[in-house]
């Protein structure tokens, strides 16, 4: 028997650094899941098996992490064959990683008629990656620690995103070391704030736009030539603001109707720019 389920990616609609935790940096985040999915598929095999539908360039994934981590504490000895069709954009700050090695550890257990509890799926996740333990069953979170305290949100109302991916790419732990020596940490209070109005629930695209704001992404004003001019350039043309995600590449832009974020993304796409049009209803 083959079991299959979706690994949506997330937004990080703040993302604030405040500190540093060991190896890791310390954040404050408002993730938001979106419309744009990896597909994980799991069946019993004669040996272990983890197909990519695209090549990643780390033989140790989050698929890889996730189901040697589920045997042992399952204590497991059951061989599978997962294969993942990759949707998500790699190294986009869209979490795609993080989504497959949730995704993974649900279906694993699931097979196994929920053999671990939540907490020990939780600690799991958190051995796999740090932002791996949002992905395990929240739409919109308030995240904190290195990512791996995550507290429940009301789903946000359904808003529309459009996508633009750059031609280049940041790595996560290049930038988290950027980050170490540019040294301007935040104090979580932008991310409380829109912490406070998703709760209160009345609210338009405008507003949550005027509170998104992303650490890395003042860092890279600053420090990075290409991203301010293809950030400039992509905002001239849109005629919208644009967030990083994450630790980028992507970019974001909110809309209250799929109408005017289409509008924007026909515009974009005529002008060769790789978008995708997603929503916050998954
Ligand atoms: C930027 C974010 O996407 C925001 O959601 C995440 O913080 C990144 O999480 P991630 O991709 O799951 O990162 P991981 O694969 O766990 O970590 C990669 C590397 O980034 C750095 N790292 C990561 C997360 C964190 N909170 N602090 C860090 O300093 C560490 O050097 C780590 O070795
Ligand atoms: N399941 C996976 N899917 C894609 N890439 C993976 C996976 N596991 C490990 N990787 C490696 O991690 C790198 C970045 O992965 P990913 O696409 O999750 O980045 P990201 O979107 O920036 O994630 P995040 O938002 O969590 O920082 C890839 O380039 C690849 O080498």
Redesign the pocket.
């Known amino acids: 028997m083959t079991m299959e389920a979706k690994a949506y990616a997330k937004l990080?609609l703040t993302?604030e650094i405040t500190g540093e935790l060991g190896?890791?940096?310390t954040?404050e985040?408002v993730f938001q899941k979106i419309s744009l999915f990896d597909v994980v598929s799991v069946k019993l095999g004669k040996s272990d098996s983890i197909i990519f539908s695209e090549s990643i360039r780390n033989i140790t994934s989050t698929v890889h992490k996730a189901l040697e981590l589920f045997k042992k504490k399952a204590n497991v000895k059951e061989n599978f064959e997962i294969y993942v069709k990759k949707n998500i954009p790699m190294g986009s700050?869209l979490?795609g990683?993080?989504a497959d090695g949730a995704i993974t550890l649900l279906l694993l257990n699931a097979m196994f008629k929920n053999i671990l509890s939540k907490s020990d799926l939780y600690e799991i996740a958190k051995e796999v990656?740090?932002?791996v333990p949002f992905f395990l069953d929240s739409n919109t979170a308030w995240v904190k620690g290195?990512?791996d305290i995550v507290q429940e949100l009301p789903n946000l109302k359904e808003l529309y995103f459009v996508l633009v991916h750059p031609k280049f790419h940041f790595k996560?732990?290049e930038m988290?070391a950027m980050f170490h020596d540019y040294g301007k940490y935040s104090d979580g209070t932008r991310t409380l704030t829109l912490v406070e109005l998703i709760k209160k629930g009345n609210y338009t695209a405008k507003d949550i736009d005027k509170l998104c704001y992303n650490d890395f992404e003042m860092m890279l004003l600053e420090k990075s030539e290409k991203f301010v001019e293809f950030k400039n350039i992509l905002e001239t043309i849109a005629e919208v603001k644009f967030h990083l995600t994450?630790?980028g590449s992507t970019v974001f832009a909110i809309f209250d109707t799929k109408k005017e974020a289409e509008k924007v993304k026909n515009t974009l796409d005529k002008m060769k720019f790789n978008t995708d049009l997603v929503s916050s209803n998954i």
């Open positions: 990080n993302l190896e890791y940096h954040i985040s700050g979490g990683g993080s990656g740090s932002d290195i990512g996560t732990k988290y994450g630790s």
